[in-house]
Nanobody
Framework: QVQLVESGGGLVQAGGALRLSCAASGRSFSSLSMAWFRQAPGKEREFVTCTTKSGGSATYADSVMGRFTLSRDNAKNTVSLQMNSLKPEDTAVYYC??????????????????????WGQGTQVTVSS
């Protein structure tokens, strides 16, 4: 298992930007697909974005396409989420997650949350209108 710690959340006005980071330790980070999910109060956890082990490609939820950008640095064992043009509906706790099976090529919105074996503690993002 890999240990994940998110940071960078906070309160921002609509139209603003935040950058979330996820630091990984333990199992080989560079072999794992990584993803970001979010969960708003009273709602189910939802997919935001993911990337393969190389970071060469990423998939985004329609709701964040064009506003959020995922990147990873395998040398630093980090994955980051740049969030621009934030909207009140982006308010949620954001979690990073690591692929459970070491299938570093898997990345997509339909991959079950159960296929992610490691999760961070989450970081709160609040967007005011």
């Amino acid at each position: 298992q890999v240990q994940l710690v998110e940071s960078g959340g906070g309160l921002v006005q609509a139209g603003g930007a935040l950058r979330l980071s996820c630091a990984a330790s333990g199992r080989s980070f560079s072999s794992l697909s990584m993803a970001w999910f979010r969960q708003a109060p009273g709602k189910e956890r939802e997919f935001v974005t993911c990337t393969t082990k190389s970071g060469g490609s990423a998939t985004y939820a329609d709701s964040v396409m064009g506003r959020f950008t995922l990147s990873r640095d395998n040398a630093k064992n980090t994955v980051s989420l740049q969030m621009n043009s934030l909207k009140p509906e982006d308010t949620a706790v954001y979690y990073c997650a690591a692929d459970r099976y070491g299938l570093g090529y898997r990345c997509g919105s339909v991959i079950p949350t159960g296929d992610y074996g490691s999760w961070g503690q989450g970081t709160q993002v609040t967007v005011s209108s």
